[in-house]
């Protein structure tokens, strides 16, 4: 077991990789009554061509089985894993993203209970061609809640601007009709290749034991037998450079306009060290172009442009990754306008050196609210390892971040080519109240 | 085991209560106002928090103020509105790194406490007014505020179903007040109300951190003064109208049907039967392993989220759920049998002592974070109770089947609310 201490922030992280493959993360939270726990496989809505475990040819599955998994691994012969954590006092949940599963509980007692609890349902699958079925009922509800949700419609519009042929730009749940094709069969298929050990990460955070929560992960991957597994092949299509669609607006039963700016990321194929940079980089000029304390802010803000539901966020993954900016306003065309003019007066000059070391100043207190939280520290922590990067370097890479890094993001980064639009506007007609 | 320790001092027109932790990294305070919910107001009041935060005296435009806040280790500062009960409560929240953890040593939390006070108390004011030019920025904005919960139609429903439930009182007031109202706001109207609001309010401020006691109560006494006060209480509850069951639906332009069903409970936080409610809400529909959760999505497989939950100061439990709109009969149905189940007592040992379970493990959560930990505080102001976290959880592992089952025949259905697509029309 290895001890990695942040001293600073005085916590400490320990870390084994277990002989089948498992990386597991310990990190003791002392005077916390939680203790949390992921269990997450590298795997989400985006990895929908695969060659499956012991198969020669790729496959394509149909759009939202990962997200169709991870419900349907909760049901169990002798009934529903959350009944089993709720009587251990614990309260588990899942989500599904673009790359990640992610099995989750909380619990104030019995921790090695809900974890081997937690281990043992993530390893066990149980489908049925009945249970499958009766899923279909709840995720198709799930699908209309989302599909009348005008800030969901809003996100995945844009994406599907930004993306011509990467699933990034297919909805995580799938659609009615793609869901319909799923059988237990596929779902085996995806589980077998995906869900292996050296596939997945598991995080503990909290205040534990870390010597005996330690033991008895590997007791209880001992007891199973594991094969290894060669490395998983995914495929992807190739991607263009540029936006798909420069623009799309949607009409929807709402009374407030919505607007999101969206820039494609430059580098697909970044990781580790890289990406974490590139990363921080471009969130650090984002902030420094539309933070609360920024020039730009005060003038969109006095234009009656933009209200409190403003926001803005870089993200990278292998693969894809786009910028957002934007949220309700009285005036989508104008908003897109003015972003425009401030995105691209920066794109050659114009970033401050003061702008800068208060960004980076606001960012490092941010992280130190942010690892408050044990549920930020294990999915973030879970999200950087799948793309060989550390959380905790998030502070020692920004300090580094100079004034000609961010300038330098600014110029390659900001392009019309690369950027796109999405609206949701008020449907024109009349609401009718009975 | 005491979970919280809470002490609390009265100081000059407020009372400071001080939680002191090694659990965290940052300070975080908590300046709550409250005062009853009143038609007259409530537009006003709602308005207020928005102005004071946009700038003061010091910081005269919100550029400079988040600036300053920016260059404070990125402090979090940011206004609420809740409605509890019959009160309508605003809270300011500032975050504050702890200079423990950074190779700067600014006093930080000396420096958050003077900020909060400046914001409270020297707002940008000139002529007995705010300043003109934040105060309809701060309208133009509060109305979008508004109109903004109509597009989330899960807000949407839940609002709807409050309005229809509890017409004519108090409680069916919007949080953040009347789009037809804030117009009609002026520099010096809310300005007037800012002086009557310090003068009236119940206040209270909360402080928790690794921080000194002493530090603190000596920081506040220096920091922040105000005249004494006997805060206006209401009486325990207000109920308007006969006891037929409303059956209201609207129709839009919506895929999905949100059906909110509201149930009076007649039962307020600290009553002796407030713990068996507590369980009995967790029975029926707190959680994923309830009966509303089971029987509603897992077994009939009619809706994604199915739950129920209290609002405890004013004697609500609502129900809430999305459904295909030809499933509406079947939804109801099952939701009704299933709070006739409660009533007759049908359910387990095992689903009482797991229910049991969580709502602890809910609560000891939840006061791992600093803002949980206000919020159950801050039922005790509310309620003009006090309650410790450990006498709450002794009193809730001790309601009995007998004692749910009694609890279960106070709660009477009030309204059946659905929100439906067009086709239903036809």
Redesign the interface.
């Known amino acids: 077991m290895e001890k990695i201490t942040f001293e ?3 916590e400490e992280l320990y870390y084994e990789k277990l002989t089948n493959g498992l990386d597991v993360y310990i990190l003791p ?6 203790t949390y726990a992921t269990f997450t496989t590298k795997y989400g809505s985006v990895d929908n061509q695969f060659i499956p475990l012991g198969k020669e040819e790729f496959v394509k599955v149909p759009d939202g089985i990962a997200h169709f998994l991870e419900h349907k691994l909760f049901e169990k012969e002798d009934g ?1 894993v ?2 089993q954590f ?7 949940n899942a989500f599904t993203s673009f790359t990640r599963t992610a099995y989750l509980f ?4 019995d921790v090695e209970l809900n974890l081997e609890t937690l281990i043992d349902f993530v390893q066990d699958p149980y489908f049925t061609e009945k249970t499958v079925e ?6 198709g ?2 699908i ?2 989302y ?5 969901w419609r809003l996100y995945f519009g844009l994406i599907e601007n930004l993306y011509q042929n990467h699933p990034v730009k297919i909805d995580i749940a799938g659609t009615i009709d793609s869901i319909s094709h799923i059988t237990k069969d596929l779902l085996y298929e995806c589980y077998n290749t995906f869900y292996h050990p050296s596939n997945m990460l598991l995080f503990v955070v909290g205040p534990v034991d870390v010597e005996k929560i330690m033991k008895q992960i590997k007791e209880n991957q001992a007891k199973k037998p594991f094969e290894s597994q060669p490395e998983i092949k995914r495929r992807f299509e190739a991607e263009k450079k540029e936006a798909n669609e420069g623009k799309k607006v949607l009409e929807m ?4 306009p919505k607007c999101l700016l969206g820039i494609k990321a430059l580098h697909h194929d970044q990781s580790g060290m890289e990406m974490l940079k590139n990363e921080l980089t471009t969130n650090v000029l984002l902030d420094m172009l539309f ?5 730009n ?2 003038q969109l ?2 234009e ?1 442009l933009i ?3 403003f926001s803005y966020d870089y993200t990278q993954e292998s693969g894809f990754g786009f910028a957002m900016i934007g949220g ?1 306003t ?1 005036n989508p065309e104008q908003l897109v306008a003015r972003l425009k003019e401030m995105l691209f007066a920066v794109k050659n000059s114009g970033l401050t050196n003061e702008a800068l070391q ?2 980076k ?6 992280f ?2 942010a ?4 549920e930020f520290i294990a999915n973030q922590f879970t999200r950087y390892a799948f793309n060989e990067m550390n959380l905790f370097d998030v502070v020692p890479t920004l300090e580094k971040i100079t004034i000609d890094d961010v300038q330098r993001v600014a110029n390659e980064f900001i392009s019309e080519e690369r950027l796109s639009v999405c609206q949701v506007i008020p ?1 024109k ?1 009349i ?4 | 085991m005491t ?1 919280i320790s809470e002490t609390v001092k009265e100081m000059q027109g407020y009372n400071l209560h001080i939680v002191k ?6 300070n975080t305070l908590v300046w709550k106002m409250k005062a009853p919910l009143s038609k007259k107001e409530v537009t006003l009041r709602a308005l207020l928090p928005y102005v004071l935060q946009s700038s003061s005296k010091k910081y005269p ?3 400079k103020l ?2 300053f ?8 500062f940011y206004v609420d509105l809740a409605k509890k009960g019959e009160y309508h409560v605003i809270s300011f929240a500032l ?4 200079e423990k ?3 700067d040593k600014t006093p930080l939390l000396r420096i958050g406490m003077e900020f909060l006070a400046e914001i409270l108390t020297n707002p940008n004011v000139a002529n007995d007014a705010f300043e003109q030019d934040t105060v309809e ?1 701060e309208k ?2 509060h109305k ?2 508004i ?2 919960n ?5 807000k949407y429903s839940s609002t709807r179903l409050v309005e229809e439930m509890c017409k004519g009182e108090r409680y069916a007031l919007h949080v953040h007040g009347e789009m037809n109202e804030v117009d009609g706001i002026t520099a010096q109207s809310l300005f007037s109300y800012y002086k009557k609001a310090f003068s009236e309010d119940e206040l209270d401020l909360y402080v928790i951190g690794d921080v000194s006691e002493n530090e603190v109560t000596a920081l506040a006494n220096e920091k922040m003064k105000f005249s004494p006060r006997q805060p206006q209480l209401l009486d325990r509850n207000e109920v308007v109208g006969d006891r037929e069951v409303k059956t209201i ?8 049907g949100k059906l909110n069903i509201g149930f009076r409970t007649n039962v307020l936080y600290g009553d002796e039967d407030y713990y068996a409610l507590q369980v009995l809400n967790g029975i029926y529909g707190g ?3 309830s009966k509303l ?2 029987n509603v ?2 077994k009939a ?5 199915a739950a129920s939950r209290l609002e405890s100061h004013k004697g609500l439990m609502m129900v809430m759920s ?3 709109h030809k499933n509406y009969d079947q939804a109801v149905a099952i939701i009704n049998e299933q709070m006739v189940a409660m009533k007759k007592g049908d359910f387990s040992e ?1 689903e009482l ?3 049991k ?2 709502i ?3 609560l ?2 939840t ?4 803002r949980g930990m206000i919020e159950i505080l801050y039922h005790n102001v509310v309620s003009h109770q006090n309650i410790t976290l450990d006498h709450w959880l002794v009193q809730m592992e001790r309601a009995t089947k007998e004692d749910i089952v009694k609890v279960a025949q106070k709660i009477q259905l009030d309204t059946v609310y659905f929100l439906t697509g ?1 086709e239903a ?1 036809q």
Not at chain 1, 291 to 295: F, P, T
Not at chain 1, 431 to 434: F, K, M
């Open positions: 600073q922030l005085q939270k002392i005077g916390f009554n939680k529903d959350f009944q709720s009587r251990q006092g614990a309260s588990a909380s619990s104030t007692s009766k899923e279909k009922g709840i995720i509800q799930e209309t809640m599909d009348d949700n005008p800030d039963n709402v009374q407030t933070g609360k304390s920024s020039a802010y005060e803000y006095n009656g209200d409190d539901t309700d009285s208060r960004t100043k606001k960012k490092i207190g941010g130190l609210r690892v408050n939280s044990p449907k007609k609401r009718a109240v009975l | 979970v932790t090694e659990k965290f990294k940052t435009s919100s550029t988040r600036t806040l920016d260059e404070l280790y990125g402090a979090s975050e504050i790194a702890n953890f950074l190779s920025k133009r904005t979008q505020r109109q903004s109509f597009d989330d139609k899960m639906n609207e129709v839009q332009d919506v895929k999905q959680f994923s392993h959760f089971i999505r897992e497989s009619l809706a994604y989220y999305g459904i295909e095992q002592v797991q229910t379970a969580v602890r493990n809910q000891l959560e006061v791992d974070t600093a067009q029309m």
